[in-house]
């Protein structure tokens, strides 16, 4: 008899990736931005890194942040759609990896290693990325400044959420309730 696979995830983590991606979704548009040189300073970063801390898995957490990105990108200004998927999906992942594998009785220090190295991922990736989408270097260097505002928004934002405010404490109350 054939073995069925079990799937490890249970609704309310599943419910949840979806949720953020929606938000990481609404937070590409640029509704919800602020116009700077070069282009728009997005707040989707802030959801990304918070959802990489709270979903504890790289593949939701890539769903989240990759996907949603990339979704936002696609409805919004498709030009960068790619870039999105694999600079704010790499971000993702290495922010969930480090906050769930790194330093297991220090998950604070975890996770602000992993936002901090997901900020370098995401500033390097756009700023290579958009030299490839738009063919110069000088076109992505000048929005260079503006991506390190946008991470480190990002960063201060999701730390402050999951830590200072115990969101990490309720999300996980909440998935872990039967």
């Not at 300073?41 to 942040?65: E, K």
């Not at 997901?118 to 991506?147: C, D, H, N, Q, W």
Request: glycine share 8%.
């Amino acid at each position: 008899m054939p073995q069925t696979k079990v799937f490890r995830h249970s609704t309310k983590a599943v419910t949840m990736t979806g949720l953020f991606m929606a938000m990481t979704i609404m937070l590409s548009s640029s509704i919800f931005s602020l116009p700077v040189p070069g282009g728009h300073l997005y707040f989707n970063d802030m959801v990304i890194c918070t959802a990489s801390i709270l979903l504890g898995d790289p593949v939701l957490a890539f769903i989240a942040g990759g996907i949603g990105s990339f979704l936002g990108d696609m409805l919004f200004y498709p030009a960068p759609m790619f870039v999105s998927l694999v600079t704010h999906g790499l971000q993702a992942v290495v922010i969930s990896l480090c906050s769930k594998h790194l330093f297991k009785d220090h998950p604070v220090l975890a996770s602000g290693i992993g936002v901090l190295l997901g900020a370098v991922v995401m500033v390097t990736g756009y700023t290579l990325g958009r030299a490839f989408v738009y063919s110069t270097l000088e076109t992505s260097l000048i929005k260079l400044p503006f991506e390190c505002v946008q991470a480190l928004v990002g960063v201060v934002i999701s730390m402050l959420l999951c830590w200072k405010f115990k969101l990490v404490h309720l999300y996980r109350s909440f998935v872990n309730d039967n």
